[in-house]
């Protein structure tokens, strides 16, 4: 097999800023996602009326439809109606969009884990309700959670790559076009496949070793 | 075992709960004073569990009262959260937070519900563990220790409060047979110091050994208010009469 090793050398500077603009865009959405996916989890566990339903529409509209979809709406439809949005913005958006509901359902499941018999004994001793959520509801929410977050930021990470379809240009972008401009297309295709890696490579590992840190009490290892 | 002044602690008068349709306490009147064990009897569901826990404010009740030293704690505005600092509960699966070891589990109530400082509960909470013999697995986690031990811990927990009145909710009946001892020890020391108890325990001559009296419920009704000696020997009940036999063999 015959490398062009100068296409690769020649076009690593392209790679690394897409990258970057990959990562921001990743960084952005897992950490909009948490936020939205943590709030939507508290309405839904303290079953505040009216946003509640809110919510399960916002995450049955949000897990059911393609990211893709999302992000054409973002896109080319809210121009129609004359909200012009940036290609970062719609991608960091709709990636927010779609994250935020499967956060939501990773911190449910944390919450709803917790055993009413748990609270029952933080009750006990005295503890307010606030305390309660603090010192005994979400430490153990977070651990039970903590294995499907982890796979969402990853999952996040992995998604940007279709930010391209609505012109940012991020890695696959880059790469797609590299191809149509030079054919050197296996070189182009490895190069995206190893960034990928080093990217997500250390995240995960990253992820895997705060999974233990924070399940160690509870679960041991 | 102890009589002392006769200072009433806890009194329930004609209380009534149920779930749904369902009766579960029928006009329960008990007075506790203080310093007295009182141990409560009875067939399973019968309410005694559930008449602990209205005491600790885990049950809404929907009739009758509960008076802890003269005041209502059937009022709309009662301050739960500082009623059980004075009400210390135990309850049969232990219930440690397992996000915590022993000592955060100890800590916690006393430190940020109490606002006391951390050193000299601390102090207290080493004194307790030496005394139930597990000062040694004070920086363990409640899934590394065994049910005996965790139930000790657990009534330290609720010790370090510094509570006027402990409630034990069948705090032996998920233990293993070797393991109740080193429990009921534990309590039974606890009357001696002249502790005020409520408890809900089906351990019948543990019942005998540690109840100043004895309160026997058979469906969601007081039946008998008795001596232990006299509970055990000569119940007047024919209720009474048939639970005790049940666990002759």
Known sequence: ?221 | MHKEANEVLLEIKGLFKKYDDMTVLDDVNLSINKGEVVVILGPSGCGKSTLLRCLNGLEKIQGGDIRYRNKSLVDKDVNWQEIRQHIGMVFQNYELFSHMTVIENILLGPVKVQKRDKNEVMEQANQLLDRVGLLDRKDSYPRQLSGGQKQRIAIVRALCMNPEIMLFDEVTASLDPEMVREVLDVILGLAKQGMTMLIVTHELSFARAVADKIVFIDKGKICEISDPDEFFTHPKTERAQHFLNKFQY
Not at chain 1, 145 to 161: D, Y
Not at chain 1, 180 to 193: K, P, S
């Open chain 1, 1 to 221: 097999m015959n490398l062009n090793w100068q296409f690769i050398i020649d076009s690593l500077p392209l790679y690394r800023e897409a990258a970057w603009t990959t990562l921001k865009l990743g960084f952005w959405g897992i950490l909009f996602s948490l936020m939205i996916g943590f709030i939507c989890s508290i309405v839904l566990y303290f079953k505040v009326k009216v946003l509640k339903t809110i919510v399960h529409i916002y995450i049955e509209l949000s897990r059911n439809t393609p990211l893709l979809i999302q992000l054409f709406f973002l896109y080319f439809g809210l121009t129609k109606v004359g909200i012009a949005l940036t290609e970062t913005a719609c991608a960091i958006i709709g990636l927010s969009f779609l994250g935020g509901s499967y956060m939501a359902e990773a911190f449910r499941s944390g919450f709803e884990a917790v055993s009413k018999t748990q609270i029952e004994s933080g009750l006990s001793i005295g503890l307010s309700k606030t305390q309660l959520v603090r010192y005994v509801v979400l430490p153990q929410a977070f651990s039970v959670s903590i294995p499907s977050i982890g796979a969402n930021c990853i999952f996040l990470l992995k998604e940007t790559s279709i930010v391209g379809a609505i012109a940012v240009v991020d890695l696959m972008n880059v790469t797609k076009d590299l191809i149509g401009m030079y054919y050197q297309t296996l070189e182009a295709l490895l190069m995206l496949v190893v960034i990928y890696l080093v990217m997500i490579l250390p995240l995960s590992l990253i992820l895997t070793w705060l999974e233990r840190k924070v399940r160690y009490a509870e679960f041991g290892n």
